[in-house]
């Protein structure tokens, strides 16, 4: 999906995992309040939105292959064409279960799935952050990583390699918030809880109880905060990660 170039005093974000869930819910938000759009995914948008005038392109990219991520950086920043680039939201990613929806372990399941979580989950937020470092430099921007709640305790249904490549990039914000300022650019992370989306099923409800606010949280919720870490109003913060979980992690 591709248009004509962006007006120059738009602001430019790029998302990935822009199709569904928190990564669309994300999109809309950042359209409504008139910035451009860069996305990827492996699937393509769905056709109402390819009527979005702010959404200028969206790039196919499997993000856990190095070469398809290679490609899509290229891409990405031929659609920037040397303007700067304001917001790099690192939301792609998996958390695999067995075909009955068991949860992987340390004890089963392959190590190469080990190796496409973490190419995913941990080490495309860290090529694209470098191949996006200049744009983002211009724009004096800022980089959300998108965590989870399961990288800090084990989570009944997302398994390990899941929960410990969200640990890892946990650890990976911090570091990238003290180089990235250096070129005058904010990174931070959202962790969401349970979020109510097309891959949460009714097994999800059990947790419910164990949420303070007792409710499921939306892709809004998240967009919402997202939002938030990229604008003037968090100018001053930067190597932080929120919870975005109801006070569940609070146990």
């Not at 005058?184 to 962790?191: E, I, K, S, Y």
């Not at 892709?219 to 109801?246: H, K, M, N, Q, R």
Request: net charge neutral; glycine share 10%; proline share 6%.
């Amino acid at each position: 999906m591709k248009r004509t170039a962006a007006m120059p005093h738009r602001k430019t974000v790029i998302l990935t995992g822009a199709s569904r869930g928190i990564g669309h819910a994300t999109v809309t938000r950042f359209s409504n309040e008139g910035w451009r759009v860069i996305s990827c995914s492996r699937e393509d948008v769905p056709e109402h939105c390819r009527r979005d005038p702010n959404w200028t392109h969206h790039i196919p990219a499997d993000l856990s292959d190095p070469a398809s991520r290679a490609a899509f950086v290229e891409e990405a920043n031929k659609a920037l064409d040397g303007g700067p680039l304001h917001a790099l939201i690192n939301n792609a990613g998996i958390s695999p279960k067995t075909p009955i929806k068991e949860r992987l372990g340390c004890l089963n399941g392959s190590i190469e799935g080990w190796h496409r979580v973490f190419e995913l989950n941990f080490f495309a937020a860290l090529v694209l952050a470098r191949g996006f470092a200049a744009p983002l430099s211009k724009g004096k921007g800022a980089i959300v990583n998108v965590t989870s709640i399961a990288g800090h305790s084990v989570h009944p249904f997302a398994g390990s390699a899941y929960s410990t490549s969200k640990a890892a990039l946990s650890g990976l914000t911090r570091e990238m918030a003290v180089e990235f300022a250096e070129i005058g650019v904010r990174v931070n992370a959202v962790a969401p809880g349970e979020i109510e989306t097309a891959m949460t099923g009714p097994e999800y409800d059990v947790l419910i109880p164990r949420i303070p606010l007792k409710r499921m949280g939306t892709p809004e919720d998240v967009a919402a905060v997202i939002f938030y870490l990229c604008g003037p109003d968090s100018a001053y913060v930067t190597g932080t990660e929120t919870f975005i979980t109801g006070g569940q992690h609070l146990f």
